[in-house]
């Protein structure tokens, strides 16, 4: 994920349907695989402008998510895509 933003969480600010991929991968983690996977994404965060961050955090504490947007990633999101890269997820998180 790291080298994927470089540095900016402006494309996740931007990006309705990677926020919710990204939203919805991290409220499946089980608790265990969240707190072990808890400095990756710290380090992740902490490369972010502190604007960027507050954003992003304000987004989580308020749920801050157009509806509008929000269908219509649900509407083009392909499962079967998604779960194909999922084992190379795994492997790039371990």
Do not use: C
């Not at 400095?39 to 509806?67: D, I, N």
């Not at 083009?76 to 194909?84: H, K, Q």
């Amino acid at each position: 994920m790291e080298g994927f933003l470089k540095g900016s969480g402006l494309l996740l600010l931007h990006d309705e349907a990677l926020w919710q991929v990204l939203d919805s991968w991290v409220t499946a983690l089980a608790s265990e695989t969240f707190t072990a996977l808890l400095p990756l994404l710290r380090r992740t965060f902490s490369t972010f402008a502190a604007p960027e961050r507050r954003q992003m955090g304000e987004r989580v504490k308020h749920g801050l998510t157009r509806p509008a947007a929000r269908a219509a990633a649900s509407a083009d999101f392909d499962t079967v895509r998604a779960e194909a890269v999922l084992p190379l997820v795994a492997q790039l998180l371990e």
